[in-house]
Structures are given as structure tokens and as C-alpha cells.
């Protein structure tokens, strides 16, 4: 690779050593000089021919679709919109990702669902495709490999922002899909990776260019991450909320974004003459019941036994619970910032809010140590400490990301983390999700509207 982005060539490095530099120092240097499009063009290229090119029937030629998102908190919009896809006669062979960052990945959210399998081989893809119409499945050692490898890597080296590798991750398992068309949620905002709509739109414009340059018919749209998209956070509780989606219902939001990619991807193959009609053909494959019988249709072709495959797709909200089981633990993390306690405590008739602290670093947060810090705050904040595996739960549990630095000669360290607040209602469901930006009288308004709003689940 030449120009601003070579690495590692020959003469670089101690003594001219002409080795190739490790995975982690090549993403490191990619991440701090760039690539141009060329260079992320073959980037891309080369991850996409690490392993096999599936191939399709020529019947399916200009059919084959694909949706991508960058990644939002409480994003469940695959789950509803692949199989609405298919119902409108697409086919849709989407190879997804895990959480990275702090935000949850849709394979995490469908492992939630008792046997459903995320490894198909090329083969399986195929036979899924032609009896259902969709498969969700994740990278394999047969469909790009690279890509598997450097996406662990990114997240454990600070390079999850970089564009050109988000552009080759992203378009590399598309390129290996061999697509017709490919539409890209790119999300900006203060739970995004990109906190403004300029850097979102960076990435936008990479990834239209090199997937078009794939030959690859390529949209990308823009779309905000101040707040969780839906009301559910959390694998389990995001499938039921797909479910609600697929039922002809669920937020609004949610219902919006699955409308609005899926009517651009059925313009795009033909199936629609502009994306206004492609929104009322998605519409009304989710009113209809046709797109939840694919998806049911879905999760027995990926493993899932029949009986929990209908009880899912078909059964009451309470039903769908028992088969997908409950969290043991529901704690309430409500906004810690100085003054939002207060504000809402001085409307009368609102319920009380319980701040709550949970340390990222057990090894030196005793219970002494966490008294003395939470008197700093508000009277009512407690604070929760544990053993190291119980800490390292709780983070996972909510997407925070946490890395302690290497110790000084006095032993002290610095622990980096994720800035998120999160607000629970009664009922343990996550009902909002706040970043740094927000003010004290931004997050005590938001709260008190959650208040307001709340409806509890029925019994059951």
C-alpha cells in the first residue's frame, strides 16, 4: 500500500526489516494516516477474497439485498427487516457482527433464542435462501476470515473509528454476499461512533464509493443515535421488541427505520417504483403476518426447534418471555450527573428516583472507598461493588466498555471506560440512554417525560 496510508513496507522500522508488521500495528497505522480510496478499495478486496464467494442461482440476479448499520444502542432493526425483505420477494443473505464498542451486535441478540445458529456454511446459506428467502449468520474460516480476525482486533485497539477499516469491514462481507444492491444505516449522534452528522457522513461517502466501485448498487442513510432506537436494551428484551415490530406494531422509530431501509432496498432490485411505495410494500409485509412467518420460517432453518420457533413468532408477550427467560438481576441506573436528582424531586407527584453507582474497577473500590466517593454527589446515590467477575457482568451486561492502563511506579492507574447513563424503569426494562452532552435540565426533562409516559407490562 503506497502513499499517506503504507505500512510496514521494506526499510521501515529498526534496521530496514522487511517482515510484514503485525495485524494490531497495521490497523493502529491505518487509524492514525489514513487511506485514500484506492487503497481501501484493495483493503477491501483482499478481505473479501480471504475466503470463499458465494454464489446464486441466475434467477436471483438483481434480488440479492443486504441492509448494514454502523451500530446504535438498542438497533434491533435486522431482526425485523430481513425477513420483511424476503416476504416482498427479495433474498436476503446477511453475515452480521457482535457488539463492538458499546454497542450490542445482532448475533449476540438472536443467540438469546434458544439453538438458533449463527455458522451456515455457503451451502446451508444457499438452502436457507431458497426455502425461506433470508439467513442471518456471522464471518466464518469460509466467508471472509480477515474480517473476523480484524474485527476482534479493532476493538481491543482502539480503532473501532477508523473509516477506511469500517469501509472494508463493512463492504468486504457484502463484496463476498456477491449483492445487487446494498443499503447503509450510518448513524451519528452521542451513542454513535460518530457524534456528529459531518463524520457520518465521511463515512457515508466511503462507503457508497467503494461499494459502487464493487459494482455494488450502494445507498447510505443518515440516521441519529442521541437515544436508543425503540424502548428495549439488552439481547432478549431486543428480540421481543422485533417480535412487536414484525406483529404490525412496536415504537414507532423502530418501525420507521425498518420501513425506510427496506423501501430503498426494494426500489433499488425493482420491487418498487421509488422508495415511497418500497415503505408501503415493507409496511404492510409487517401488518400482514408474511414477514413474521418468514422470520419463524428463519429460525428453523438456523436451528431453532419448531415448537420454541412458533411459540415466539405466535405466542402472547408473556409466553414469549418464559421461552427467552428473564434476567436474574434488574438494577435501576438512572442519571448521576449533579443537579438532575434534585430537578426532578422539586415537581411534586413524580415517584422518587434512586441513583445508583456501580464501579468499573472492584480491585481498589471497596465499600469504604465507594462511601467516601458517593458523598461527593447526592445523599441517596449508592454504590455497588463486587468481586471482579461480577464487575466485568454488570459491564457486559450494559455494552460499557472498560480498560484499565498500565500502573505508574507508584502503582496508581488510570481506568477508561464508556460514559453512558442509563435509566430503568419499574419493570427493569431500559427506557432511555443518556452520553456526556446532555445537561442536568436536559436529563431531568427526559425523565420526567419517561414518568409520565410509563406503562407498566401486563401481568403475566
Same mark, same amino acid.
Given at each position: ?32 494516516r ?8 484493495a ?6 477474497a ?28 435486522s ?8 416476504a416482498?420477494?427479495?433474498?436476503v ?30 451451502e ?5 435462501l ?15 476470515p ?10 481491543v ?71 436508543? +432506537? ?7 428484551? @431486543?428480540? *421481543? !421488541? /422485533?417480535?412487536?415490530? =414484525?406483529?404490525?406494531?412496536g &415504537?414507532p ?9 427496506g ?22 409485509a ?6 413474521r ?31 427467552l427467560?428473564?434476567a436474574?438481576?434488574?438494577?435501576? +441506573? ?7 436528582? @434534585?430537578? *426532578? !424531586? /422539586?415537581?411534586?407527584g =413524580?415517584?422518587?428516583?434512586? &441513583?445508583?453507582?456501580?464501579?468499573v ?19 441517596r ?30 502503582g ?41 409516559s410509563?406503562?407498566?407490562?401486563? &401481568?403475566?
Amino acid at each position: 500500500m503506497g502513499g499517506p496510508g503504507r505500512v510496514g513496507g521494506p526499510g521501515e522500522g529498526s534496521g530496514g526489516d522487511p517482515r510484514p508488521c503485525p495485524p494490531g500495528a497495521m490497523l493502529m497505522a491505518i487509524r492514525l494516516r489514513g487511506m485514500d480510496a484506492g487503497e481501501t478499495l484493495a483493503l477491501t478486496r483482499a478481505m473479501a477474497a480471504s475466503g470463499r464467494a458465494l454464489a446464486w442461482p441466475p434467477a436471483w440476479h438483481g434480488l440479492v439485498v443486504d441492509k448494514h448499520s454502523t451500530g446504535g444502542v438498542g438497533d434491533k432493526v435486522s431482526l425485523a427487516l430481513a425477513p420483511a425483505l424476503a416476504a416482498c420477494g427479495c433474498k436476503v443473505p446477511m453475515i452480521s457482527g457482535r457488539g463492538l464498542g458499546h454497542t450490542g451486535g445482532t448475533l449476540d441478540k438472536l443467540e438469546a433464542i434458544p439453538g438458533f445458529r449463527v455458522s451456515l456454511s455457503p451451502e446451508e446459506m444457499r438452502s436457507a435462501l431458497e426455502r425461506v428467502g433470508c439467513c442471518i449468520v456471522g464471518q466464518s474460516e469460509e466467508l471472509v476470515p480477515a474480517d473476523r480476525v480484524l474485527y476482534g482486533l479493532r476493538d481491543v485497539t482502539a480503532t473501532v473509528d477508523s473509516v477506511p477499516l469500517i469501509t472494508a469491514s463493512i463492504l468486504s462481507k457484502k463484496a463476498a454476499e456477491q449483492l445487487s444492491a446494498l443499503v447503509l444505516d450510518v448513524k451519528f449522534g452521542s451513542a454513535a461512533l460518530y457524534p456528529t452528522q459531518d463524520s457520518a457522513r465521511e463515512l457515508a461517502q466511503s462507503l457508497v464509493e467503494v461499494g459502487t466501485q464493487l459494482g455494488i448498487r450502494t445507498v447510505a442513510v443518515l440516521s441519529r443515535m442521541d437515544q436508543p +432506537l425503540g424502548r428495549a436494551v439488552g439481547n432478549s428484551l @431486543e428480540v *421481543l !421488541e /422485533a417480535l412487536e415490530c =414484525l406483529d404490525g406494531g412496536g &415504537p414507532p422509530d423502530l418501525r420507521q427505520l425498518v420501513t425506510t431501509l427496506g423501501g430503498v432496498l426494494l426500489w433499488q432490485c425493482g420491487k418498487a417504483a421509488g422508495a415511497a411505495q418500497g415503505r408501503e410494500l415493507l409496511g404492510r409485509a409487517l401488518d400482514d403476518g408474511s414477514a413474521r412467518s418468514i422470520f419463524e420460517a428463519m429460525l428453523g432453518a438456523q436451528g431453532v426447534p419448531p415448537d420454541t420457533a412458533h411459540g415466539l413468532c405466535s405466542g402472547t408477550p408473556a409466553q414469549r418471555r418464559r421461552f427467552l427467560g428473564t434476567a436474574k438481576v434488574c438494577e435501576e +441506573l438512572p442519571a448521576l450527573q449533579e443537579g438532575t436528582v @434534585e430537578l *426532578l !424531586e /422539586a415537581v411534586p407527584g =413524580l415517584p422518587p428516583v434512586q &441513583p445508583l453507582f456501580i464501579t468499573v474497577d472492584p480491585a481498589r473500590d471497596d465499600a469504604a472507598a465507594l462511601g467516601r466517593y458517593l458523598r461527593d454527589f447526592h445523599p441517596r446515590l449508592q454504590g455497588l461493588t463486587g468481586t471482579a467477575e461480577q464487575v466485568r457482568a454488570a459491564a457486559g451486561a450494559f455494552r460499557v466498555y472498560v480498560s484499565a492502563g498500565p500502573p505508574d511506579p507508584d502503582g496508581d492507574y488510570v481506568v477508561d471506560h464508556s460514559v453512558l447513563t442509563f435509566l430503568l424503569g419499574p419493570d427493569g426494562l431500559v427506557r432511555d440512554c443518556y452520553g456526556r452532552s446532555r445537561t442536568a435540565e436536559e436529563l431531568a426533562k427526559s425523565v420526567r417525560g419517561h414518568m409520565e409516559s410509563y406503562e407498566p407490562l401486563p &401481568p403475566g
